[in-house]
C-alpha cells in the first residue's frame, strides 16, 4: 500500500537521521490523525469513497489545511488546536447520511499496477532523501555544517508561528511579514501537537513526508479528474520523478526539479498539496461526480488557505478555471456556466483578500519586465545565478535575436504540446468543456506569468512550478491510454529499455560526460530553466503521439525509453550521489563557513531559557562571518532567530518587503541592500561592540532582553558582562541576559 510505505519509509528516514523515538512516533501519530481527519471530509464532500491510499493523501491535504483555523482558534481564544478537529470528526459522525459516507466500504483497491507504480514513486523520493538531502540535516544538534539560507529562515518563521498569527518578521522585531507562512504554521501545529521540537520538524521531518504525500495526492485527483487512476499514476510520475529533463545547464544536478526545490521552499510544497483536493473538488463538482454545495464549501476553504499558503497558486487556478467559464459561455452551456462563475468568484475573493489582508499595498517585489528571468540568468546581473551560465549562453542571450530565438520556442512547445495531448486530455467525459480549459489554461497562465514577470529572487518561476502538475496531468492523459493498449511484450521490453537506459544516463552524468556531450551543443535551450518543465511536457507528449500512431515496434518504444530512461536516469543519480553533485556540496560552494557547534549551543541556551516575546540582540546579520555590514553584508544571516527561536532587534534584514520592493530596480542583489533605519541599526550594534548603557537602555525599551555576541562577525566590547549576565561563553560566542534599567 504506497501510503502505509511512506509513512513506514519516512519513519525509517528520519531514524536513520537520528531522530528520536519519541519525536518520530509523534509526528507520524499526528499526521495520520490529520489525513483521517481528512479523509472523512472528503468523503463527506464526494459522497463516496475511493481506494483508501488515495483518500488518505487527500485527506491528509484537508486535514492540514484545518491547522489554519485550529492554530488561530489556539493563539487568539485559547481553543486547543485538536479541539477543532475532534469537532469536525463528531459532527460528521454524528449525522447517518454523512456517517454512512465516511465509512463507505465500496471503493475497493487500487490495482496492482497502480499500487506498484505508486510505491516506486514513493521509494525514488525517499531514496533521494537520503542520498542527497539528509546528508546536511542528519545529527543536527552536535556537527558543524552550512546550512541553506531559506532553510534557517523557515526555521525562523516556524518559531514565529507560535508567537503570533499572522506571522511577523523574526529578524526585525516588529516589522510586518507580507508572505506566505502557512508552512510554518503547519510545522508548528505538528511540532507542538507531537511535542517534536521545530528544528527537528523543519530540518528532518516534514520534508520527506510532505514531498511523498504530495505525490500520491497528485496521483488521487488526477485520477479522479480522468476518471483512470492509471492516469493519474502517470501526472504523479511525470510532475515527481521527471521534471530533471532540460531544466538547468548542469543535467546532473537538476534531479525532481519540483521536489529538489521544495527542500528550500516549503511554501510550495504545501500549496501543490492543497491545490490536489482542489482540483478534485472544481472538476468533480462541475461535472457532477461530487455534491455540488458541499464542493463549493470545501473550495472556499482551501482557497483560503491557499491565500496564506503561496499566493501564486490563485491566478493560474483563476485563469483555469475562467477558461471553464468561457468555454461553457461560448458553447452556451448555462449551467456549466454558473458553476464555473462560482469558483471564479471564489479564486477572486480568495486573491482580493491576499493582496488586502496578507499582502496590503506591498507586491514582494513583483513587477511587470518581460523575459527578466532569461536576461537575469544569461547576462549575470543577478550574482546568484551568473556562475551557473556558460559564456557562449550569455553572449547568446545579451542580443535582441536571442530573445526572438525564446519567443518562438515557447511558442513551438505551446502549440504543440496542445496539439499532442488533444485527444488525451479530451477522452473522458466533459474533458472538453472542463479539463482541456482547466489544465491548458492553467499551464499557459504559469507559463505566461514566469515570461511576463520579474521578481528580486527570481521568485516568479513559482507561476509555472504551479502550473506544472496541471501540464504533467495533460500529458498523463495522452500517455495513460497508449500504456494500455500496449502488448504486455512491448511493456515488457519498454521496462527493460528504461532500466538499461537510466543505469547508462546516471553512469555518463556520474562522470560528467553527458554534460560535455549535451549541454554545451544545445546551451541556448538548455539554458532557459524555465523551458525545461515545458520541454518535459511536450517531449513526453510527443512521445505519446508517436506510440498512438506508430506501430512498430521499435519507432513506438524508442521514444518512450529514451525521455523515460532520461528522467529516471537522472533522478537515480541522486540516491547515491557523489561529494561533488549533493546539495550539501552546493550550499558549501555559496558558503563555505559552516555554523560551529558553540553558536549551535548558543542558540540553543536562548531557545531553553529565554521567554516567548523576549527579543535578542545580536551583531550576526550577515551571511558570512568574514562580512561586515559597514561594507558588502549579505543580509541573510538567520541562525540566531532559527536556532535560537527568538525574535532579534535586528539581524538578516535581506527578506523583507523593503529590501525587495528596492531589488526590483537595483543593479545589486538585493540581499545586499542596506538596512532601511540606519539609526536602529547603530544602537543594536553600540550595545554589543562598546556595551552603551544609553544603548542599553533604548533596546531594552524595544523588547530587548538577551544579547547573542559572535566575534567571528564583528567587534565585541570586553566590558560587555557589565551590561547582562554571562549565561554561556565559548569559541568567541556568549549569551547574556540584559540588566534592563
Known amino acids: 500500500m504506497p501510503y502505509l510505505l511512506l509513512v513506514l519509509g519516512c519513519a525509517l528516514v528520519a531514524l536513520v ?67 477543532t478537529h475532534a469537532v469536525v470528526v463528531v459532527a460528521l459522525l454524528a449525522l447517518p447520511t454523512t456517517r454512512r459516507r465516511v465509512l463507505d466500504r465500496s471503493a475497493g483497491r487500487l490495482s496492482r499496477g497502480v499500487s506498484a507504480s505508486l510505491s516506486g514513486l514513493v521509494l525514488l523520493v525517499l531514496g533521494w532523501t537520503v542520498g542527497d538531502f539528509t546528508r546536511w540535516t542528519d545529527h543536527w544538534q ?136 482542489t482540483l478534485a473538488a472544481i472538476v468533480g463538482q462541475l461535472g457532477g461526480a461530487w455534491r455540488p454545495v458541499p464542493s463549493l464549501v470545501l473550495g472556499a476553504g482551501l482557497f483560503a488557505v491557499l491565500t496564506v499558503a503561496k499566493t501564486t497558486v490563485l491566478p493560474v487556478l483563476g485563469v483555469g478555471v475562467g477558461s471553464v467559464l468561457l468555454v461553457a459561455v461560448a458553447r452556451r452551456r448555462w449551467r456549466d456556466a454558473a ?59 545579451t542580443s535582441a535575436t536571442g530573445v526572438g530565438v525564446l519567443i518562438v520556442l515557447v511558442a513551438v512547445l505551446a ?73 504486455p511484450r512491448l511493456r515488457l521490453r519498454l521496462l527493460v529499455a528504461v532500466a538499461v537506459g537510466a543505469v547508462a544516463w546516471t553512469a555518463l552524468t556520474r562522470a560528467r560526460l553527458l554534460e560535455q556531450l549535451v549541454v554545451e551543443p544545445w546551451a541556448v535551450l538548455g539554458a532557459v530553466r524555465l523551458g525545461g518543465y515545458a520541454v518535459a511536457v511536450a517531449v513526453l507528449a510527443l512521445a505519446a503521439w508517436v506510440a498512438t500512431r506508430r506501430r512498430d515496434d521499435l519507432l513506438t518504444l524508442a521514444p518512450w525509453a529514451m525521455v523515460l530512461a532520461a528522467g529516471l536516469g537522472t533522478t537515480l543519480g541522486h540516491v547515491v550521489p557523489t561529494e561533488r553533485g549533493t546539495v550539501a556540496a552546493a550550499i558549501r560552494a555559496d558558503n563555505p563557513n559552516p555554523l560551529r557547534v558553540a553558536e549551535l549551543e548558543a542558540a540553543a541556551v536562548l531557545r531553553s531559557t529565554a521567554r516567548p516575546e523576549d527579543v535578542v540582540v545580536t551583531n550576526t546579520s550577515c551571511l558570512r562571518p568574514r562580512e561586515r555590514i559597514a561594507g558588502h553584508c549579505d543580509a541573510r544571516g538567520f541562525w540566531v532567530s532559527a536556532f535560537g527561536g527568538h525574535r532579534t532587534l535586528v539581524s538578516g534584514w535581506g527578506y523583507d518587503r523593503r529590501i525587495l520592493a528596492r531589488g526590483a530596480t537595483s543593479t545589486r542583489p538585493y540581499p545586499t541592500l542596506a538596512f532601511w533605519d540606519p539609526p536602529l541599526l547603530r544602537t543594536n550594534l553600540q550595545v554589543i561592540e562598546r556595551a552603551d548603557p544609553e544603548a542599553v537602555t533604548r533596546v531594552c525599551r524595544s523588547g530587548a532582553r538577551w544579547i547573542l ?25 556568549q549569551v547574556l541576559r540584559l540588566r534592563c534599567p
Open 17 to 83: 537521521q537520528g531522530v528520536a523515538p519519541g519525536d518520530v512516533l509523534g509526528w507520524t501519530t499526528v499526521q495520520l490523525a490529520l489525513c483521517v481527519v481528512g479523509l472523512m471530509v472528503v468523503r463527506a464532500v464526494r459522497g463516496r469513497g475511493q481506494p483508501l491510499a488515495l483518500d488518505l493523501a487527500l485527506g491528509g491535504a484537508v486535514g492540514t489545511a484545518l491547522l489554519l483555523p485550529a492554530w488561530w482558534g489556539q493563539l487568539h481564544l485559547g481553543v486547543p488546536c485538536a479541539l
Open 339 to 397: 458553476r464555473a462563475s462560482a469558483w471564479c468568484l471564489l479564486v477572486g475573493a480568495a486573491f482580493l483578500g491576499a493582496r488586502g489582508l496578507v499582502y496590503g499595498s506591498s507586491v514582494d517585489g513583483l513587477v511587470v519586465r518581460p523575459f527578466a528571468y532569461v536576461w537575469r540568468s544569461m547576462v549575470g546581473r543577478d550574482a546568484m545565478l551568473a556562475d551557473s551560465v556558460p559564456r557562449s549562453v550569455s553572449q547568446a542571450w
Open 709 to 733: 555576541a559572535d566575534a567571528a562577525y564583528g567587534p565585541v566590547s570586553p566590558r560587555l558582562s557589565e551590561v547582562g549576565e554571562r549565561l554561556f561563553v565559548a569559541d568567541g560566542v
Open 415 to 487: 502549440v504543440s504540446t496542445l496539439a499532442v495531448v488533444w485527444p488525451g486530455i479530451r477522452r473522458p467525459a466533459g474533458g472538453e468543456t472542463v479539463l482541456a480549459p482547466l489544465l491548458l489554461g492553467g499551464g499557459a497562465a504559469g507559463l505566461g506569468a514566469t515570461l511576463l514577470l520579474s521578481h528580486p529572487g527570481t521568485s516568479e518561476v513559482f507561476f509555472l512550478r504551479t502550473a506544472f502538475p496541471l501540464l504533467a496531468m495533460s500529458a498523463a492523459g495522452a500517455l495513460a491510454p497508449t500504456w494500455q493498449a500496449a502488448s
Open 142 to 277: 552536535s556537527t558543524s555544517r552550512t546550512y541553506y539560507p531559506d532553510v534557517l529562515f523557515n526555521l525562523s518563521l516556524t518559531a514565529e508561528a507560535h508567537r503570533a498569527l499572522p506571522l511577523t518578521l523574526p529578524q526585525v522585531a516588529g516589522e510586518g511579514l507580507p508572505y506566505h507562512w502557512f508552512a510554518n504554521v503547519a510545522m508548528a501545529a505538528v511540532g507542538e501537537l507531537g511535542r517534536v521540537p521545530d528544528p527537528v520538524v523543519v530540518l528532518q521531518l516534514w520534508y520527506p513526508y510532505v514531498t511523498g504525500l504530495t505525490a500520491l495526492a497528485l496521483a488521487a485527483a488526477a485520477g479522479e479528474m480522468f476518471s483512470d487512476r492509471s492516469t493519474g499514476s502517470w501526472a504523479a510520475w511525470i510532475a515527481m520523478g521527471w521534471t530533471s529533463i532540460g531544466g538547468a545547464t548542469a543535467l546532473a544536478t537538476a534531479p525532481l526539479t519540483i521536489t529538489q526545490n521544495s527542500w528550500a521552499s516549503p511554501s510550495m510544497s504545501y500549496a501543490l498539496l492543497l491545490m490536489m483536493p
